[in-house]
């Protein structure tokens, strides 16, 4: 049977990682996975889910099995922190899932479950596990235009042109904020027009938030989410912890559903409870309750939001020194979008020779479509990537 198997296509970003670890070279730069790190290249743990876990481990008196949905309490804490005033009240079906992509992944089978026939749209570019997984589970797709090569801004003629294509009962992927792979991101009126019009064709939309905090703030980086469930009578959220709480392998998702009226909220939890089931049973727990203890603990949260902004601000920083440094080196605003971007990711524009390029002459990793992770520089780096910039011809 195991002989009938045939190599699965690598995802880009994992064989990067292998591919980094395996230079030897002592200088190389990680502008690659998506994680976290600080100015000495650290993944620290954050200090609020340091001390949550040293009293979770005094107070925690049992591991026995939570539920199917894991801990109601987890689902509350974190729906309110993406949610917040627009949280529809018993209409929100939710369920803990191991990581934003089991969220993602769950997500997209309670689609099928429901509307096997249903569309899913997916921005182009978006992260590579997206349409990885829709092909995996072998649902029709369709995408739209999203990234403009030229002003390395969002191509919003393009998006509407495409979105105008969607058919009642599609599905639309959108990243809440901080896009990955481009940095590019909507402005509030576009997203407005963008709800409107996915609420005028009956699309549902399936935000993917994994990034709440790293762009303009917690609230702002919400709002787009928020301005969509107002709009819509149903919609699909699939919300991260991993980057924003730092506690990646910790696997720490939750998958909500806005039932289009209480009479459905019964039946749309059900069915996400069961699918949990058949997948893996229970979700994990540890991170789900580390971050309800951080999130319902007033000095604990203040002091997670905090070291938060603190992140946000860094990479903020690294953004604003990489485009000055680019201005400095070509004479002309021409990366000026490095500054604009929001998140951990822009994509740079370069073509894969230049990529390659600078991975073989400066050692600067970056994802093959010229993603680069803007945690992963820091003030000694910065430089040293506007050469490497500059003498790949980008
Ligand atoms: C990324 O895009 O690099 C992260 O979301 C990590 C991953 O799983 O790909």
């Not at 009240?89 to 509307?115: D, N, S, Y």
Request: glycine share 10%.
């Amino acid at each position: 049977m195991l002989t009938a198997l045939t190599p699965q296509a690598p995802d880009k970003i994992l064989a990067l990682m292998a591919a980094f670890r395996e230079d030897p070279r002592p200088g190389k730069i990680d502008l690659g996975v998506g994680v976290y790190k600080d100015a000495s290249g650290l993944t620290p743990v954050m200090r609020a889910v340091k001390a949550a876990e040293r009293q979770l481990v005094e107070e925690q008196d049992t591991k026995a099995y939570t539920g199917l949905a894991g801990d109601p309490a987890y689902a509350d804490a974190l729906s309110d922190l993406v949610l917040g005033d627009a949280r529809p009240e018993g209409r929100l079906a939710a369920v803990a899932t191991p990581g934003g992509t089991g969220a993602i992944r769950q997500g997209l089978e309670l689609i099928r479950l429901a509307t096997p026939e249903a569309r899913v749209w997916m921005s182009n570019p978006t992260w590579p596990n997206h349409p990885a997984i829709v092909g995996y589970l072998g649902m029709p797709t369709a995408s739209y235009r999203y990234f403009d090569d030229d002003t390395r801004g969002v191509d919003f003629d393009g998006m509407v042109e495409d979105l105008a294509g969607v058919a009642a009962g599609d599905a639309v992927i959108l990243h809440g904020c901080c896009h990955n792979p481009t940095g590019a991101n909507l402005t509030l009126d576009q997203w407005r027009t963008i709800a409107d019009l996915l609420a005028d064709r009956g699309a549902v939309p399936f935000v993917d938030i994994a990034y709440q905090g790293f762009g303009d703030g917690l609230e702002a980086d919400a709002e787009a989410t928020r301005l969509i469930l107002q709009s819509v009578p149903e919609a699909i959220i699939a919300a991260s912890c991993s980057k924003n709480f730092g506690i990646y392998r910790e696997r720490t998702g939750l998958l909500m559903a806005m039932a289009p009226s209480a009479d459905h909220l019964k039946v749309t939890q059900g069915a996400m409870a069961s699918l949990n089931r058949l997948n893996f049973s229970f979700p994990p727990d540890h991170g789900a309750r580390v971050v309800t203890m951080i999130l319902t603990d007033d000095t604990l949260r203040a002091d997670w939001a905090a070291e938060l902004e603190e992140v946000r601000l860094g990479m903020l920083g690294l953004r604003e020194a990489l485009a000055t440094a680019l201005r400095d080196r070509v004479g002309s605003d021409r990366f000026g979008f490095l500054a604009a971007h929001r998140g951990m990711f822009s994509r740079l524009g370069a073509t894969p020779e230049q990529v390659e390029a600078m991975r073989r002459d400066h050692g600067v990793y970056m994802v093959g479509d010229s993603r680069l992770n803007i945690a992963g520089l820091n003030a000694q780096t910065v430089p040293i990537l506007a050469d490497a910039i500059v003498a790949a011809g980008v």
